[in-house]
């Protein structure tokens, strides 16, 4: 949906904060009201053909393609992300799933970072069922990316930071290496959100987030979206289905992506949803500069103490890619893990702590921790988990506004 008419203030929170009165201003509401019509009824037959014939636009037909409370939502994200339009889904893994299953076709090859969401990398495993080649890499290196690729490759898929090991691609080298191939270069925004990072600095033709984390940041809403950042020239992409060639090329990507994705999958975002990820939006920067400064003192107190073996965090000095974490983020983010000593304790320890909430799901506003192979990575069994870099006792902690000082007490308490 296009762009609402946003103040022209330069900073991405005031325009957040005042976009709605300036979309479409009821009784002087401040928040886009909440929508929970499935019909959009129309008094001439002809504006409701429009909408169905993309003549009429900014207008709505049917919930499952979007509803005026999703569309608000899709023009903040589109601000946030400085894209040229978003699709919004029910899920972070609609969007991840829609993207794959719209924009590849049996035949085509795609090539992913090693170091992956599970669900995601799960998804994969469903792409090569369906006659999608997928070829996984350590994206840290541009040039693996390169010897990677094949003549059927249409697309390469990375994660800003891995869920759950933090590794960092060499983002910058991949959007020059993807601009010269002509590839569909998607980055899953998640752990960093438009707070920290914007995936079309590197040249990336989509930027993924899931909004159930930081971006709606309370745990009460799950959503997710793919915004179109513009660079990616649509109009030479084989894969743009005859009906959606026409008019900007700009848009080709996207429409696919609602009709196909949105409409066709039909994993929307209901307005309820869209309202509370829009209100979570507005204190997005606050609370991603909060958590990350908390994250880096917890991982750097985990760093110091005997009992931990290894601490994953980008802004760490001993991080692998920590230069690149540098050259592309604002800050680290607030998902870090860690590996004791003692591999056995790793349920004692967790159990032991009082604060964070033994819970999966990240980018709340409570601290949140999980064993990762006995849970989120449990499905993958033992040989896929070493082929992904994850340890047996690795903890995955996403940490939440909690004053610092009582985070890292009572990690030294549990730790003992
Ligand atoms: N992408 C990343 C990097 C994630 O960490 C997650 C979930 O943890 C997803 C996508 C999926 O998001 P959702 O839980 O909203 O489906």
Redesign the pocket.
């Known amino acids: 949906m296009t762009s609402p008419t946003a103040p022209p203030a330069p900073d991405p929170t005031t325009r957040l904060l005042h976009a709605d009165r300036h979309f479409g201003v009821e009784q002087g509401g401040v928040h886009m009201a909440v929508h929970p019509s499935v019909q959009y009824g129309y008094e001439r037959v002809e504006d409701l053909i429009g909408v169905f014939q993309g003549t009429l636009k900014n207008r709505f037909n049917y919930a499952r393609q979007g509803t005026p409370t999703t569309a608000a939502l899709e023009a903040k994200l589109t601000a946030l992300e400085e894209g040229v339009g978003t699709v919004c889904f029910a ?3 609609a969007a ?1 799933s829609a993207v794959f299953l719209t924009l590849l076709r049996a035949g085509d090859h795609l090539v992913a970072s090693r170091h992956l ?1 599970g ?2 990398h799960s998804v994969l495993g469903t792409l090569q069922g369906l006659g999608i080649q997928v070829g996984l890499v350590d994206a840290s290196s541009a040039a693996a990316v390169a010897d990677a690729l094949t003549p059927a490759t249409r697309m390469v898929f990375v ?1 800003t930071i891995a ?1 759950p090991g933090t590794q960092v691609p060499d983002l910058a080298g991949i959007g020059r290496l993807c601009a010269e191939r002509g590839l569909v270069y998607v980055v ?1 925004n ?2 960093t959100s438009p707070a920290l990072f914007r995936p079309k600095t590197v040249g990336a033709s989509l930027s993924l987030n ?1 909004l ?2 930081t971006i709606a940041g309370h745990g009460n809403a ?3 979206a793919a915004t179109d950042t513009g660079l990616f020239d649509w109009s030479g992409f084989p894969n743009i289905f005859a009906g959606y060639r026409q008019g900007d090329a700009k848009q080709w990507g996207l429409v696919q992506l609602r009709k196909k994705g949105l409409r066709d999958l039909g994993g929307s975002l209901s307005s309820d949803h869209a309202h509370r990820i829009a209100v979570g939006a507005e204190t997005l920067a606050l609370r991603v500069a909060q958590s990350s400064a908390t994250a880096l003192s917890l991982a750097r107190f985990l760093e110091s103490h005997p009992a931990v073996a290894r601490v994953h965090y980008p802004m760490l000095e001993s991080h692998p890619q920590h230069a690149l974490a540098r050259a592309h983020f604002a800050s680290g983010a607030w998902l870090l893990s860690f590996e004791l000593q003692d591999p056995q304790a790793c349920i004692p320890v967790i159990n032991r702590l009082q604060i964070p909430i033994k819970a999966t799901g ?1 980018g709340d506003t409570r601290t949140l921790i999980i064993p990762v192979a006995p849970t989120i990575f449990w499905e993958a069994g033992l040989a896929r988990r070493a082929e992904m870099g994850i340890a047996e006792g690795l903890i995955r902690v996403s940490v939440g506004l909690e004053r610092e000082s009582d985070l890292v007490a009572d990690f030294a308490a549990a730790l003992a």
Do not use: A, P, R, W
Request: no cysteine; glycine share 16%; proline share 0%.
């Open positions: 899920t972070g893994m991840v969401f669900n995601t994660e869920n899953d998640t752990i899931s159930t984390k799950l959503g997710g990240m």
